[in-house]
């Protein structure tokens, strides 16, 4: 995968303007904050975003890939001011469990999720090489 920076745009933080792939396409579905039995084990922010994270991963590598073939990700969140204050544990969890910042980000606030404790869910496509 390549990411793209048009020429004079200054390269954007923790995520890229777009990506260039070939390969297979996997498409996650929105992972939330619970584990593989569908429990929360918090309601903070930056533990919700972790476990979500590491369920994007879990499926990752069920299909045969890793974080580094991910091209796009889509954040909804229930509160802005709640991730901005929680960024620098989400930026820890975001570099342990994905590593990489060349990803296309789109980051929404919405007024809810489809489950009530949910605090943020994260939609994948990525492209595995092959």
Known sequence: MTAILPAGWPRPK???????????????AGMIGWDAQGEFHTDDFAGQVRQALANVADVLRE??????????M??????KQE??????????AFRELIGCYDIAMTAVEVKGLMEDRAKVEIEVTAVLPG
């Open 74 to 79: 889509t954040w909804y969140v229930t509160d």
């Open 14 to 28: 923790g995520y890229a303007n777009g990506v260039v792939a070939k390969g297979q396409m996997l498409f996650i």
């Open 63 to 72: 299909a045969g890939g890793a974080p580094q073939h991910i091209a796009r």
């Open 83 to 92: 991730y901005l204050a929680a960024s620098r544990e989400i930026g820890q």
